[in-house]
Every structure is written in structure tokens, then in C-alpha cells.
Nanobody
Framework: QVQLVESGGELVQAGDSLRLSCALS????????MAWFRQAPGKEREFVAH????????YYGDSVKGRFGISRDNTKNTLILQMDNLKPEDTAVYYC???????????????????WGQGTQVTVSK
């Protein structure tokens, strides 16, 4: 059974950087299409970034393009989200998600992913 565990969330100031990790067990991280989503209080879950299972092509939500980077560390079987120039509006619980395959047109849809972590809180102060 695939399990995902996020870590790295904390309270930071606007303009800071933060690196989130998502450890995958029960499989190999490079065998899954993987993504990051986030959810702020009172808001719907929002797509942040996706990395393809093969080829490693990446996609980003409009609000994080140019500031966030998604990658895999195959040696540690971990998904990474590097977040730079953080803004207060980035405050949310961040979730990683995985699926064997996700068509490109559905990468931003939470229902496309079979496995989810428990989330890690990121808070950005002004």
C-alpha cells in the first residue's frame, strides 16, 4: 500500500523560502505521477504543481509559477516542493498526491490522484 508523508511546513516571513518533502513508501517515487495541492481555511483544494511519471515534465498553478519548483529525489524516494519568495496568500495546508497515471488535462483535478498524504501546514506572515 502506497503511503505519503509530508514534512517541512512551518511559520515563515514573506519573501522567505521553504522546502517541503513528501516521503513515499510502498512504491518507487519515479513510478508515479505526483503533485502538490494546497488548501487554505474556507477555500477549496488548489492545484500547485505536478511532475509527470515519465520524462519528468512539470506543470504549475498560475499563482505559483516562477516561484515554486517541483522535483523528485529518487535516492530518498521523496517528492520535493521548493518554494521561494513566499507570500501571505501561500498560507495553507500543503498535500502531496500520487497516481499511477494522470492525463495531462486532469493534472489539476484532485480526484485524479489515488494516494494522498496528511498535509503539512505552511504559514507566511507579512
Amino acid at each position: 500500500q502506497v503511503q505519503l508523508v509530508e514534512s517541512g511546513g512551518e511559520l515563515v516571513q514573506a519573501g522567505d523560502s521553504l522546502r517541503l518533502s513528501c516521503a513515499l513508501s510502498g512504491g518507487a517515487v519515479n513510478m508515479y505521477a505526483m503533485a502538490w495541492f494546497r488548501q487554505a481555511p474556507g477555500k477549496e483544494r488548489e492545484f500547485v504543481a505536478h511532475i509527470r511519471r515519465t520524462g519528468g515534465h512539470t506543470y504549475y498553478g498560475d499563482s505559483v509559477k516562477g516561484r515554486f519548483g517541483i522535483s523528485r529525489d529518487n535516492t530518498k524516494n521523496t517528492l520535493i516542493l521548493q518554494m521561494d519568495n513566499l507570500k501571505p496568500e501561500d498560507t495553507a495546508v500543503y498535500y502531496c498526491a500520487a497516481s499511477g497515471y494522470v492525463i495531462v488535462s486532469a493534472i489539476a483535478t484532485a480526484g485524479s490522484y489515488n494516494y494522498w498524504g496528511q498535509g503539512t501546514q505552511v504559514t507566511v506572515s507579512k
